[in-house]
Nanobody, 121 residues
Framework: QVRLVESGGGLVQPGGAPRLSCAAS????????MAWYRQAPGEQRELVAE???????KYADSVKGRFTIFGDNAKNVVYLQMNKLKPEDTAVYYC???????????????WGQGTQVTVSS
């Protein structure tokens, strides 16, 4: 019904500033929220940042002031600008979205496949 495709991960030096992107496609009437989660080895998946209805944002305390989530509503794309990366930011980053599929309000909740971000010198 809905597909999320992430891009932008890779090996980054400490202090680097990569940008992740997540594009939603499929049966989309509107988007309630798009978010980024991450999961480090041996750890639980955690919320990194969330963008609700293209306007409201929420961040994990560990990334406040360093990461910025923003979107392009016309393209159904959400970005995560990551600045001042630290080794502890190393994780697989997952895109997550709740999409309204039709005017009747039916929703779909989807996860992307994940993109690896490794912070190392």
């Amino acid at each position: 019904q809905v597909r999320l495709v992430e891009s932008g991960g890779g090996l980054v030096q400490p202090g680097g500033a990569p940008r992740l992107s997540c594009a939603a496609s499929g049966r989309i009437f509107s988007i309630n929220f798009m978010a980024w989660y991450r999961q480090a080895p041996g750890e639980q998946r955690e919320l990194v940042a969330e963008l609700t209805r293209g306007v409201n944002t929420k961040y994990a305390d560990s990334v406040k002031g360093r990461f910025t989530i923003f979107g392009d509503n016309a393209k159904n794309v959400v970005y995560l600008q990551m600045n001042k990366l630290k080794p502890e930011d190393t994780a697989v980053y997952y895109c997550n979205a709740e999409v309204v599929m039709d005017s009747d309000g039916s929703t779909w909740h989807e996860w992307g496949q994940g993109t690896q971000v490794t912070v190392s010198s």
